[in-house]
């Protein structure tokens, strides 16, 4: 199947997404939709030791999870490598690189009640900079009720708020971070976003814009979702002892270090 070049986010969405911390853009991967369905379907059928699934305790439909597999299913390398999607990445950043950081699939099958709770992914990662991009690529239709939403213009509260698990502990034991405000209590104090999104579409948000979505109550509907992310100039290597998502334990970077190497590829040409 041949694949044109990508459309690049014009000056307005540029501006939009640096404010705002979070942009949709529509349509700009819908010729990569079926690639990265076909992907998505060999990935469940032979999850990574990284896969991150979560069974609900009250029995209803699972949460399916897996984390860096760019490498070795071949349409997510396509993407990843062949699409131009870089070069979207680094016209978002305003940045002259745009280094592959790894790949993200959520799955939340019809029925699915675990909600994701609101989070930046930055405390998360061993990464910091300023310039990040992680790109939410739906591959089913996604209603608004249960569409990721975020919160406008938090990427500059200038805070790191606790990481958390699903089970309710802290990811790093003795984190002095301070805990996640209750948006949901006060969400007529915030500036929430969200949108309804079609297969193709993308919803970009830097990694330290505080996101969460809803369960999929849906009692038909998948929602399938390719998620890229992305670091730009000055990113450098944190070093979270083998935690995070992903946690990276191979790597042999020292908190400070540029973060380089075959793992993060600079695509933005």
Known sequence: MAHFPLPLPDAEQIETFDR???IVLRG????WV???REGTKALMAAP?????SYQPADGSAPFFQDLCNWQRIPEYRRFVED???GAIAAALMQSKSARFF???ILVKEPGNSIVTPWHQDLPYYCVSGERSVSMWIPLDPVPREIALELVAGSHRWGRSYKPMRFDGTELYAGDPAVPMPDIDGHRADYDIRGWAVEPGDAVCFHFATV???AANLSKQNRRRVFSARWVGDGAHFIDRGGKGSPPFKHL?????DALDGPDFPDLAA
């Open 28 to 31: 700009v991967f819908k010729d």
């Open 102 to 104: 790894h790949d993200h």
């Open 211 to 213: 996101h969460g979505a």
């Open 20 to 22: 705002d911390g979070a």
């Open 83 to 85: 699409s131009g999607v």
């Open 34 to 36: 079926e690639p990265l």
């Open 252 to 256: 042999s970077l020292k908190t400070g």
């Open 48 to 52: 990574s030791p990284l896969e991150r």
